[in-house]
């Protein structure tokens, strides 16, 4: 069974603080990484990930994925109370287009 | 990229009732979802809803409880029926252009079954 899993679920810091969320999976026809931050409803895209190796950068967040070790971190520097969300993993499977979800991060960030 | 708009935005119905969500594109797509993430869960796929052919439903999902129609390339329904409060939850209608781009996600329906 495809599945993937996220962790921390939770987690508490305060502003300034780094943080790394984790995303590990054990999938068939792996095609795609992808990471989304859900503040209320809608899942707002950050990254996309298919090759091992690359970072992908934007601002204070940044991503990398270990195809080898079906992995991949999110980092976030300088951490804002604004990044209070819940971060969310998903995998792209096969060629139907559809995406597996761990069960997200709950990140808040303290003043 | 894409612009979906989803309607309602949220809404409060009495159980045994149903309840039909609409979800537009702003282009054509080959590819369009529905997920339902319960309160405190993550997303799960509820079916992929197929041009001019029946929807293609995950395990756990039917039909006769989410009939789903996509008439043509930028429009979906999904149809909560004889809801009860075990279906309460956000419901979100999501597309994709091809596989190597990333999924886009209407606003959500929150539904709360009283």
């Known amino acids: 069974e495809d599945k993937v899993v996220q962790s921390p679920l939770s987690l508490v810091v305060h502003e300034g603080d780094t943080v790394t969320l984790n995303c590990s999976y054990e999938?068939?026809?792996?095609?795609?990484l992808l990471w989304y931050k859900q503040e209320k409803k809608a899942p707002t895209f950050l990254f996309m990930l298919?090759?091992?190796?690359i970072e992908k950068k934007s601002g204070r967040l940044s991503s990398i994925l270990d195809k080898k070790e079906l992995f991949s971190i999110l980092n976030i520097t300088a951490t804002q109370t604004g990044d209070s969300a819940i971060y969310l993993c998903?995998?792209?499977?096969?060629?139907?287009?559809?995406?597996?979800f761990g069960k997200g991060t709950k990140l808040s960030v303290k003043p | 990229s894409a612009v979906i708009s989803q309607k309602p935005s949220r809404d409060i119905c009495q159980r045994g009732t149903s309840l039909t969500i609409q979800c537009q594109v702003d282009?054509?797509?080959?590819?369009m979802f529905w997920y339902r993430q319960q309160p405190g869960q993550s997303l799960t796929l509820i079916a992929t809803?197929?041009?001019?052919?029946?929807?293609?439903?995950e395990s756990g999902f039917v039909i006769d409880k989410f009939p789903i129609s996509r008439p043509n390339l930028t429009f979906s329904t999904l149809t909560v029926s004889n809801m009860s409060p075990e279906d309460s939850s956000i419901y979100l209608c999501?597309?994709?252009?091809?596989?190597?781009?990333?999924?886009?996600f209407g606003q959500g329906t929150r539904l709360t079954v009283v």
């Open positions: 999938v068939t026809n792996f095609r795609s």
């Open positions: 282009s054509q797509v080959t590819m």
């Open positions: 809803a197929n041009q001019g052919s029946e929807a293609t439903y």
């Open positions: 298919t090759s091992s190796g």
């Open positions: 999501s597309v994709r252009t091809d596989l190597n781009t990333e999924a886009f």
């Open positions: 998903a995998v792209g499977i096969g060629s139907q287009g559809n995406l597996i």
